[in-house]
Nanobody, 120 residues
Framework: QVQLVESGGGLVQAGGSLRLSCVAS????????MAWYRQAPGKQREWVAAITGSGSTSYLDSVKGRFTISRDNAKNTVYLRMNNLTLEDTAVYYC??????????????WGQGTQVTVSA
């Protein structure tokens, strides 16, 4: 079994910054893609950013230039640096990872979510 635990959410004023972290633990052989998703009240969950095992990144258009995804493979951790936050960034942010476990099978895992609230 694998667990993903996010941290770093909170309340921030518009224009401010936050850094989210997500640590994976458990029966991990390797971690492939990692990503961040978010879900705002009354909306569907949407993909925000992703990073491959080799470090290639991709972003939702509305966060390009403001958010940066990175990972530390030695720590099984993915980060999301969020700058110049706007009210529209308010959401619960979820970490995702595709993990190859010790039985050499790949599974999708999700964290429990961390709340990011941006105030005016």
């Amino acid at each position: 079994q694998v667990q993903l635990v996010e941290s770093g959410g909170g309340l921030v004023q518009a224009g401010g910054s936050l850094r989210l972290s997500c640590v994976a633990s458990g029966s991990i052989f390797s971690i492939n893609a990692m990503a961040w998703y978010r879900q705002a009240p009354g909306k569907q969950r949407e993909w925000v950013a992703a990073i491959t095992g080799s470090g290639s990144t991709s972003y939702l258009d509305s966060v390009k230039g403001r958010f940066t995804i990175s990972r530390d493979n030695a720590k099984n951790t993915v980060y999301l640096r969020m700058n110049n936050l706007t009210l529209e960034d308010t959401a619960v942010y979820y970490c995702y990872a595709k993990v190859t476990t010790m039985d050499l099978k790949a599974y999708d895992y999700w964290g429990q979510g961390t709340q990011v609230t941006v105030s005016a």
